[in-house]
């Protein structure tokens, strides 16, 4: 009877699509694993093909390339080193389901398929995936695992039938984008679950950006009792190394590294971060591009930027008009000084003033209003876009959730951008964002 199990959780950053740099990610950390004594690495949801891969999971020559990546790593495990429990999409009798695999002896050993197929917000898995039904553990060295995906952990029925049909530890890959609070109500529900089934459980999540969404790590051990006993650090990768011991009829994990939670602000901010350097470099964009206006937006954007790519790779632009105050001038020298960006200045007055004379028959009569305005934003977006399009650098926006939720922008002017890092931060928490920046 097996009396230890060492289990390596890798919690990767992987790239939708990207097959190969996927398959390296969780090689690199069966190399890790190995060297720490693990006899198994798990991975997170769908980790080789990247999470969510949408309607790219349903085109044939993906699901081959998939198989044949499984395959080739399944061969691999022939060597002695850890067997592998990872996600992918897997077809099974023209079927094609969200699984969990076990590679293990050369070969991929054992299959289960998610139940609970989420279908709202960002997620659309009831219309790519099939359901699955098997609820029997997976075996691995003797010790049997309540394998889940995701959302089988959310509600009782599924840990309960596999703690039913024997398993001896629950084991989660997960692929969960961050929402504020969304690690504590992770926490609560396994804590249901460990409690409603008394067995320990181990959580593994995805780190990184993934265009819209980002991923807040964390992958934690639980105990039978609720209480967290090893943790990955927050919005990064990690292999989390997990010693177990068999006691009478149960399983016990040792205390691991417990990596400090974020939360609050800080988790936001980093959120920020992690979504823009992983779009940024995902996408193989040089650097990005920010129209700087002297105001909080545009600088906490710009903050945001710097500390995910660093001040060589982004470029600010002053695009100042006849009424553009000294103090906007000031304050975005400033804030380019104080980051170490480059900040050029490129004046929109002679555009103004050729557009003023195009349009001056059609608008006889009229007093100026929005229109004018508007279209000295639309000649800024017009400007930043001129020179995303020469030298291939994104446009960053820098409008945030107050101002889109009441329409307080203007179309083809401050909108355009390739990606809005304060998409989802209203007013409000700009400020106390930009408070926390300026003090750490």
């Known amino acids: 009877m097996t009396k230890t199990l060492t289990i390596a959780i890798a919690q990767i950053n992987p790239t939708v699509g990207d097959i190969r740099a996927n398959m390296d990610l969780i090689r690199a950390a069966r190399a890790a694993a190995a060297e720490a004594g693990a006899e198994l690495l798990v991975s997170g949801e769908l980790a080789v093909s990247g999470y969510p891969p949408e309607d790219l999971v349903l085109k044939a020559a993906f699901q081959d390339a998939v198989r044949d990546a499984i395959e080739s790593l399944a061969r691999e495990t022939s060597d002695g080193g850890p067997a592998v429990i990872l996600g ?13 695999l076990l590679l293990q002896g050369g070969a991929v050993r054992q299959k289960r398929f998610k139940r609970r197929l989420p279908n709202y917000g960002v997620f659309d ?30 509600e ?45 459980l181990v959580y593994v999540n995805l780190a990184g950006g993934q265009d819209e969404l980002v991923f807040d ?17 927050a919005f990064a990768p990690q292999t ?48 990005i591009l920010i129209g700087l ?13 710097v500390d995910a790519l660093g001040a060589e790779r982004v470029h600010c632009v002053m695009m100042p008009s006849p009424y553009t105050s000294t103090e906007s001038l000031d304050d975005a020298a400033a804030v380019a000084g104080l980051l170490g960006v480059k900040l050029d200045t490129v004046s929109i007055r002679p555009a103004m003033d050729a557009f003023e004379g195009m349009l001056r028959e059609a608008f006889t009569g009229l007093p100026a209003d929005a229109t004018e305005e508007n279209i000295q934003s639309r000649i800024r977006g017009i400007t930043l876009m001129a020179l995303s399009n020469k030298f291939g650098f994104m446009v960053l926006s820098t409008g945030n959730k107050s101002e ?25 928490t700009v400020f106390e964002i930009s408070r926390w920046r300026n003090e750490t």
Do not use: H
């Open 156 to 200: 009782p029925d599924v840990c309960r039938a596999l703690k039913d049909n024997g398993a001896e530890i629950l084991m989660v890959l997960n692929g969960s984008p961050f929402e504020v609070d969304k690690p504590t109500a992770r926490l609560d529900l396994a804590r249901k679950r460990t409690a409603e089934t008394n067995l320990a």
């Open 240 to 287: 989390l190394i997990s010693r177990w011991r068999r006691e009478g009829d149960s399983w016990a994990a040792d205390n691991g590294p417990l990596a400090r939670p974020a939360a609050g602000i800080e988790a936001i901010y980093r959120a920020m971060v992690a979504g823009l350097r992983d779009y940024v470099e995902k996408n193989r964009f040089p650097g």
């Open 404 to 428: 889109m939720s009441v329409g307080y922008a203007t179309l083809y002017g401050d909108m355009c951008g390739g990606y809005s890092v304060l998409k989802d931060v209203y007013k409000t």
């Open 88 to 100: 992918a999409p897997w077809k099974e009798k023209g079927k094609l389901y969200n699984a969990a």
């Open 125 to 154: 898995e009831k219309r790519v995936f099939d359901q699955g039904s098997d609820l029997a553990p997976i075996v691995v060295n003797g010790v049997r695992l309540g394998v889940m995906i995701c959302e089988d952990m959310w």
């Open 293 to 305: 206006s002297g105001g909080i937006d545009s600088a906490l954007t710009a903050a945001v930027a």
């Open 217 to 233: 790590g964390g992958s934690f051990v639980m105990d039978p009792g609720g209480g967290v006993i090893a943790r990955a650090a």
